[in-house]
């Protein structure tokens, strides 16, 4: 577990290490999904979807203290209502390698 979120989520919760294990796995599922998603809406450019899965990311990030992947995912946001594909394309490889440290 990221010691950011490790932090957030035990002041949140007390320090129940099964909450914060089971919030946190939920996460990292919760990502890859969003993750595929992303990919699939950017491939079919449909911007507004992409939002739509970016917007769950940033706040599913925010719930666990993942300031790091909510700011990408807020960036994708702003990537997605320009229609900017290459810039989109850049903050989904950026979510990606960020899944990594999760």
């Not at 699939?40 to 917007?55: F, M, N, P, Y």
């Not at 209502?81 to 999760?102: G, N, P, T, V």
Request: aromatic share 4%.
């Amino acid at each position: 577990m990221k010691k950011c979120c490790e932090t957030y989520m035990s002041e949140q919760f007390g320090g129940d290490a099964d909450v914060m294990n089971e919030i946190y796995g939920e996460y990292i599922k919760s990502v890859d999904e969003k993750i595929a998603q992303a990919e699939s809406e950017l491939g079919k450019q449909d911007w507004a979807r992409l939002d739509t899965v970016a917007h769950t990311v940033k706040g599913n990030a925010l719930a666990v203290g993942d300031e790091d992947m909510a700011n990408t995912a807020i960036e994708l946001r702003k990537a997605s209502a320009l229609k900017d594909q290459a810039a989109a394309a850049e903050l989904i490889a950026r979510l990606k390698s960020l899944r990594e440290l999760l």
